[in-house]
């Protein structure tokens, strides 16, 4: 058995988890700082730093406890080095490197963004070659994987990332934070063609979502209250749904990939599952909604497969995208 304990704190979850074999979560502690970030209508780097400097070493405690693994069981320490929020990622390298140097075991630096494509090998049997569309608060992708770490952006925004676009759409909309859980919610029950939201017209496999947005903004301060919440969640979630799907699909084709994997928080959203399932001609991963948002088992996960002893990085992947 090969496992590693990992931790992640990139932004306001403080996450540790043993993962056996990158597939098998032995533990897994989440220790989420939402309701602290509630009453600022998102999250505040200096307060999340903060959080997670007082409870990082409890959870760690937590999810060595619950695996039932000795230190010495282990194969190494992950954590997640980037990208995120500066003062939080420290706290959790900081964290990481003292259990490596106390246990005298190897210190692996993960991609955040990586991490989260790794999430669908746990209780899996997805492999590589494969499209992967990652769609989080902070980014939105289209990567290419030909193998388990070696990856290449094909596309991806040119200004708000997908998870951005929800949050400040729910804020026009009156719904707090975070956005995408309830805009999703509101637009199960709404009318998704109320409302002619533009998809926004960028060549190739990349996005832009602030017209979007804009364009939700002007319908908003057109309309009389109350607001139509569930057509106008319905209408642009549609908008937002149809691009990631129809250049997914078209990334997929064009790469003759096998399989297309959805990652990040976003990945969460029934409509865009369920698109997906719908159109796709080959198999969609998706991962479990427990390990969606950022969490550490997905990090033990790319750990596994993508991982080796090294100073702190950026990872294994390459941002560096593909020039068409």
Known sequence: MNAYLAVETSCDET???VVADGRRVLSDVVLSQIEVHQQFGGVVP???ARQHLETVNGVIEQALNESGLAP???AGIAFTAGPGLIGTLL????AAKAYSWAFDLPLIAVDHLLAHVCAN??????EPPFIALLVSGGHTQIIHFSSYSQGQII????DDASGEAYDKVAR???LGYPGGPAIDQLAQSGNPKAFAFPEGSVAGYDFSFSGLKTSVLRTVEKLSAPLPQEDLAASFQEAVTKVLVKKTLAACKEFNAPRIVLAGGVAANKTLRRKFAELSPVPVYSPALSVCTDNAAMVAAAAHFCGKPAQLSEGVYSRQ???R
């Open 121 to 126: 090998y746990i209780d899996s049997d997805l």
């Open 72 to 74: 010495k069981e282990l």
């Open 172 to 174: 026009l909309l009156g």
């Open 15 to 17: 996450a540790a988890a």
């Open 91 to 94: 706290t959790g390298a900081s």
């Open 46 to 48: 200096e307060v999340a």
């Open 321 to 323: 995208r593909i020039r």
């Open 155 to 158: 596309g991806q925004t040119i």
